[in-house]
């Protein structure tokens, strides 16, 4: 599951709304839906963003917030370690190979620290 198949399908179930109804609303397939909420689909498109914002009666910070989680939540991820450190490549390349056997936390450890980052 991606972070915005996630918070889509909180939203849609805060709000009481089954798939089918949704995608039906959205005019899109139950099943693309249920695909975007599992994560087997790539981020949607920014129409879609639009409309699902819509759909939820979400403004501004709120909807930005959605745009944000679509924007990472590409569930097929490519990184290009060009012209970086061997080790930046080794960590990319080890992290690609092994990360479907990290528990849960180191995850959550890991996703902390490269934040961080952003606030330096």
């Known amino acids: 599951m991606t972070p915005f198949g996630k918070k889509l399908r909180e939203m849609r179930r805060e709000k009481g709304v089954t798939l ?5 609303a959205l005019e899109v397939s139950p ?3 249920s695909a ?9 498109s920014l129409l879609l ?3 699902i914002c819509g759909y939820f009666n979400i403004i501004w910070d709120e909807a930005e917030a959605l745009q944000g989680l679509a924007r990472i939540s590409h569930p097929r991820v490519t990184v ?7 080790d930046a490549t080794e960590l990319a390349n080890l992290l690609a190979e092994r990360i479907s056997d990290l528990p849960d936390d180191l995850i959550g ?3 902390a620290a490269v934040k961080d980052t952003d606030k330096e």
Do not use: I
């Open 20 to 24: 089918t109804d949704m995608a039906e």
């Open 31 to 33: 099943a693309y839906l």
């Open 36 to 44: 975007l909420e599992h994560g087997k689909r790539g981020r949607p």
């Open 49 to 51: 963003q639009h409309q």
């Open 80 to 86: 290009d370690t060009a012209g970086l450190s061997p």
């Open 109 to 111: 450890r890991m996703l």
